[in-house]
């Protein structure tokens, strides 16, 4: 035998020797296909044997509810049973539902993805539009992904209104504040500024000294110094819900909450003053099968049977 055809037989062997072993290893572990299809293992179907039922449960103090997407609809201000005027910012809870659900058993963690609003198909990419279509769901405007427990879950489709929040309980809302461009020191850092006389002259509301001298000979990172100021997340804790409208999806937070007319924010339960569990729907409110929205009253936190004004009499 000659050595091309030596070399030739050799390589033959080391082709079909390859191709067998990627045959066995592609049997031996799951196959995730880019599709709605379910997982392949070998040429055998498995589907997830879990079933999540959408069902009131029992919160416990462990459990963690998942948020909504409300689009803030702008500020106002109301005068209660006593009289005292509160700051409102209205938000809207704009046709949010379960878009995906995220399991231990397939990603390794619990959440839930929220979609809000409505979106043409023309509008979105095709990832987006095979994303929606997998999931069986209408195209959305808003996704967000919510971090819950295990006894939170819902199953695809599942609708959340403002019903979801229960009035006078504290909320944390996460937003994109307003863009106010590059700003000095004065307005970015809350500082002092300069004298406004005794010599000071076109450095009135400068920043002042930014270091040392030739030890350290630099200046440190992290110096507050003019710059883009606004365009970033934020997120406002312990935020009070005042009312809130089943009818309209409308909910009434006392003060202001982060980003323009028209942007898109996140709430979910607050984390330091932590709502009454045994108040809250968990995982969510399910409205009745014959229940009509649109004759549903606004809903308003309770204020007391004593008079705040006359409180220190």
Known sequence: MSATSRGLASRLNFISSFISRASSIRASYQVRRFSAEPILVGDEFERDSRIIEARPGVMTPNSRRTGVIAVKCGMTAVWD???????????WVDDNIVSQVKTVEKEGFSALQIGC??????????????HFRAQGVPMKRKLREFPVTEDALLP????????????????????ITRGKGFQGG????????????????????????????????KVFKGKKMPGRMGGKQCTVKNVWV?????????MWLKGQVPGAEGNFVFIK?????????????????????DAETEELEPIVADLGEMDPFMAAD
């Open 81 to 91: 049973k006593w009289g005292a005027r509160v700051p409102i910012s209205v938000l």
């Open 117 to 130: 609003g409505q979106k043409k198909e023309k509008h979105l990419t095709k990832p987006e539009v095979g």
């Open 156 to 175: 695809v489709g599942t609708s959340l209104s403002v019903r979801h929040f229960v009035p006078g309980q504290f909320v944390d809302v996460t937003g």
């Open 186 to 217: 004065m307005k970015r850092h809350n500082f002092k500024g300069m004298p406004a006389s005794h010599g000071a002259s076109l450095s009135h509301r400068s920043i002042g000294s930014t270091g040392q001298r030739d030890a350290p000979g």
């Open 242 to 250: 005042y009312k809130i409208d089943p009818a309209r999806n409308l």
């Open 269 to 289: 339960d607050a984390v330091y003053k932590k709502p009454d569990i045994s108040l809250l729907p968990f995982p969510t409110y399910f409205a009745p099968e």
